[in-house]
């Protein structure tokens, strides 16, 4: 559930996902809310209006754990999710579709953070491993 508020006051509420909620990502401009769920989506909210503005899956992406964390590249057009299966998918937000699937790693992959000048992609799975993209 997505709250909204202004000095204390309630005035927006939505469900975001069928599971509990692993993940939560501003864009760098504040006008989207990206989130991950344990029911493996990926929902892009307009902060203007608290809707839903964009779904991401992919068939073999399964979040990893319930402290997963995804990101929005810095110049919020991408993405980037780590999965239980090692791999690391990233999306599109504009075509809301898989442009690249990273594989690398040999664990699940809890963490994806991008650099503020955009490269490199930053990843780390659970034995500590950790992997950079340019």
């Known amino acids: 559930m997505i709250k909204s508020s202004d000095k204390g006051k309630l005035f927006s509420e939505v469900v975001a996902h ?19 769920g344990r029911d493996n989506v990926h929902n892009l ?24 964390r995804l990101c929005i590249s810095a110049d919020d057009s991408y993405v980037a999710a780590g999965s239980a299966d090692g791999s690391v998918y990233v999306w ?18 809890l963490c994806c953070s991008w650099s503020g000048l955009g490269k490199p992609l930053a990843t780390v799975d ?7 993209w340019t």
């Open 18 to 36: 069928s599971l509990s909620i692993t993940s939560i990502s501003l864009s760098r401009n504040g006008n989207v809310l990206l989130t991950s």
């Open 92 to 109: 599109s937000i504009s075509q809301a579709k898989i442009v690249s699937t990273l594989k690398e790693h040999t664990s699940f992959v």
């Open 45 to 68: 909210f307009d902060m203007r209006t608290i809707e839903v503005c964009g779904t991401l899956r992919a068939s073999g992406n399964r979040v990893a754990s319930n402290w997963s």
């Open 126 to 132: 659970r034995n500590g491993t950790i992997c950079t």
